[in-house]
């Protein structure tokens, strides 16, 4: 079992920047591939970035709606991914979820998720 929790969301004008941070706790982080996921009101959840589990070379993974404005990272040390938001827009808005998956890269699905963290985006 992997427990994670969501943080950083928020208000924040068009053009603007936001880090969101999941902690997981449980099992071995490493063993484990991040992704980042989001849901805006009426839609389905949709992909947002991805970055594999801890070995020689990483891997990332992201929307083509968000490459260029949205870093993934991870820190081992300190069990948490991130994810730096840049110029966000106002489509940008939605609950942002993290998610935990083991085996290959990308994952075809993820075993573990947040509760999920609000981020709006004013015009």
């Known amino acids: 079992q992997v427990q994670l929790v969501e943080s950083g969301g928020g208000l924040v004008q068009a053009g603007g920047s936001l880090r969101l941070s999941c902690a997981a706790s449980?099992?071995?982080?490493?063993?484990?591939?991040m992704g980042w996921f989001r849901q805006a009101p009426g839609k389905e959840r949709e992909f947002v970035a991805a970055i594999s589990r801890n070995g020689i070379i990483l891997n990332y993974d992201y929307a083509d709606s968000v490459k260029g404005r949205f870093t993934i990272s991870r820190d081992n040390a300190k069990n948490v991914v991130g994810l730096q938001m840049n110029s966000l827009k106002p489509e940008d808005t939605a609950v942002y979820y993290c998610a935990a998956a083991g085996g290959s890269f990308p994952p075809p699905r993820y075993d573990y998720w947040g509760q999920g963290t609000q981020v709006t985006v004013s015009s």
């Open positions: 449980g099992q071995t982080f490493t063993r484990y591939n």
